[in-house]
Nanobody, 124 residues
Framework: VQLQAFGGGLVQAGGSLRLSCAAS????????MGWFREVPGNKREFVAA????????LYSDSVRGRFTISRDNAKNTVYLQMNSLKPEDTAVYYC??????????????????WGQGTVVTVSS
């Protein structure tokens, strides 16, 4: 499975961006897809996840109420709508694919495949 992420860019604080991540193949084993972000020198941190069959969503406390994750099962694509962006949202954003069951969605080790990352920069 290859993941291709799009949609990063430069935006002013308070603005919006929409990230997309398309998986190269359809897999019947997909349990969830997620978004993580990473700032140089820090660990990659969980942002949001969505279960593939039920569409249940999970968010980190730092983005809940501002970001919305959604999916299009037919297109094997997951989206992250980011509103009310803050300078502290600046990071490289990675999408991830969970094709082996895990009891969690919050850790990098819960996912098997990763996209190449897309840069989001929020200016103050």
């Amino acid at each position: 499975v290859q993941l291709q992420a799009f949609g990063g860019g430069l935006v002013q604080a308070g603005g919006s961006l929409r990230l997309s991540c398309a998986a190269s193949v359809r897999t019947f084993n997909r349990f969830a897809m997620g978004w993580f972000r990473e700032v140089p020198g820090n660990k990659r941190e969980f942002v949001a996840a969505i279960t593939w069959s039920g569409g249940n969503t999970l968010y980190s406390d730092s983005v809940r109420g501002r970001f919305t994750i959604s999916r299009d099962n037919a297109k094997n694509t997951v989206y992250l709508q980011m509103n009310s962006l803050k300078p502290e949202d600046t990071a490289v954003y990675y999408c991830a694919d969970q094709v082996v069951y895990s009891s969690s969605y919050y850790h990098t080790e819960d996912y098997e495949y990763w996209g190449q990352g897309t840069v989001v920069t929020v200016s103050s």
